[in-house]
């Protein structure tokens, strides 16, 4: 068959109806796609030789917590969320316990300036801390700009990405494990065109970027009291990386023996969390990337919309926490820019805090979200002059801390 295709894609060119230069774009891509191979075999085995053990955040005599803006809403909601951490770190910051790092040059600016996702200077003194608060960053579409997060997601090797989602009063308690470094982002920006012809971008699964997701994702069923997790996929149509993605997936399931894997499509999940009487029965979902990224935005939006989301992106020596949404920058554009709502950045601040060992302030400060923005909601946020400013919201919720 392929060969014949190559008959038929030369008496094409030979009848004129396509150039030659066809041809020499086919041998180029062929090129370009055996390098991309070399390039994620290679992660493969790096990944499936790391032997070092997990970094122990909880047990660091200082945690360095870095903090970059971003851009648009990014350098309004971060500011917000960096004087929660300083109310709520106080004594450890005084003791030296917790040392707060500001890291400049995560703008889209300086990006589109030094023509790197995540310029050296700016990767090296994130690298330099425990953990970081990330604002949103503008992502240029097209181009071969890749976005900062998915470059961050990458150079830290911040495979999980945990989204949780609560509406206690419907007892939906969700936790997405979205593969976070590889699937349909890990070459997105490596795809091949033929101009004016076709374009093709890649999706990789590797054996062992699926099983850690899914061991992340059953530890965490595990450690909490979870009976069920959901595989999501559509290995109906891509057989191959899906169809190994949810068998992996199972194997992992092998080990847990206390808690029910059921496969499940994407496009059918994304149907059930809308329906109520079925939707709390799903507790933990694992996913790839990009799957993971349009279903969490969905399930941002059933507990209250994006703006009320918060998001971990965890490895096993690293982690990174941020809004679930992007940088907004049609409301500074509309001049809304401080009327955008903190509470997804400043959520994520609550997951740092669990994250290196803080729980109790942790609980102490979603407790105080949840009053503000569900119980008393005497200061809220609309997005518009008609509501609160972010900043008058943090005040308000650091008057409850
Ligand atoms: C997210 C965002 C990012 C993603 C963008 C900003 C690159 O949508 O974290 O969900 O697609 O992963
Ligand atoms: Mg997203």
């Not at 122990?56 to 500011?79: A, E, R, Y």
Request: with cysteine; proline share 3%.
């Amino acid at each position: 068959m392929p060969e014949n295709n190559e008959n038929i894609l030369k008496e094409i060119v030979d009848t004129g109806i396509s150039e030659m230069k066809d041809m020499a774009e086919v041998s180029d891509a062929c090129g370009h796609f055996r390098q991309l191979l070399i390039e994620q075999l290679t992660r493969e085995l790096m990944m499936e030789q790391d032997t070092e053990p997990p970094k122990d955040f909880s047990k660091l005599d200082t945690v360095t917590i870095g903090i970059c803006p971003g851009d648009g809403i990014g350098n309004i909601i971060s500011v917000e969320a960096e004087r929660v951490l300083r109310h709520l770190l106080a004594d450890e910051i005084e003791s030296g316990k917790i040392v707060i790092k500001d890291i400049e040059g995560l703008t889209i600016e300086n990006r589109l300036e030094k023509q790197q996702a995540v310029p050296d200077d700016v990767l090296a003194e994130i690298k330099t801390c425990d953990v970081l608060l990330k604002g949103p960053t503008t992502t240029p579409k097209g181009g071969t700009m890749e976005s900062a997060n998915v470059a961050l997601r990458r150079e830290l090797d911040l495979y999980a990405n945990v989204r949780p989602v609560s509406i206690p009063e419907e007892g939906i308690d969700w936790t997405f494990f979205r593969e976070n470094t590889e699937g349909e982002y890990v070459l997105g920006s490596k795809g091949i065109e033929i101009p004016g012809k076709l374009s093709m971008n890649f999706k990789v699964t590797t054996e062992s970027g699926t099983r850690r997701i899914a061991r992340a994702a059953f530890e965490y069923a595990k450690a909490n009291g979870k009976t069920n997790v959901a595989i999501v996929t559509k290995a109906n149509i891509m057989k191959q990386t899906d169809g190994n993605f949810s068998r992996i997936c199972h194997e992992v399931a092998n080990d847990y023996p206390g808690i029910t894997a059921e496969d499940w499509y994407i496009d059918i999940m994304t149907a059930n969390l809308l329906k109520e009487e079925r939707r709390s029965s799903f507790q933990v979902f694992v996913l790839p990337n990009l799957y993971g990224d349009i279903i969490t935005d969905e399930a941002a939006q059933i507990q209250g919309g994006v703006g009320t989301a918060g998001s971990a992106n965890t490895g096993d020596h690293y982690a990174m926490f941020e809004a679930i949404h992007g940088s907004a920058d049609r409301m500074i554009a509309e001049g809304r820019g401080q009327y955008a709502n903190p509470a997804s950045i400043i959520k994520a601040g609550a997951m740092l805090l669990r994250y290196i060992g803080y729980g109790e302030k942790a609980d102490k400060l979603e407790a105080a979200l949840n009053d503000c923005v569900e119980v008393e909601k005497k200061v809220v946020i609309t997005g518009h002059d008609d509501g609160a400013t972010a900043e008058e919201f943090t005040d308000y919720l650091i008057t409850k801390l």
